[in-house]
């Protein structure tokens, strides 16, 4: 609430999971999965 979220829900955690790396929704085939 504080940085002006009002509401920290699950589309907000997992985009910001993503965004840090810890999440890779890639397909397999893409050029920009990696592992």
Known sequence: ???GFKFFGS???YAHLQASG???DHL???I???G
């Open 28 to 30: 397999t085939d893409c």
């Open 32 to 34: 920009c999965r990696k």
């Open 22 to 24: 810890f999440i890779n």
């Open 11 to 13: 589309t907000i955690c």
């Open 1 to 3: 609430k504080k940085r």
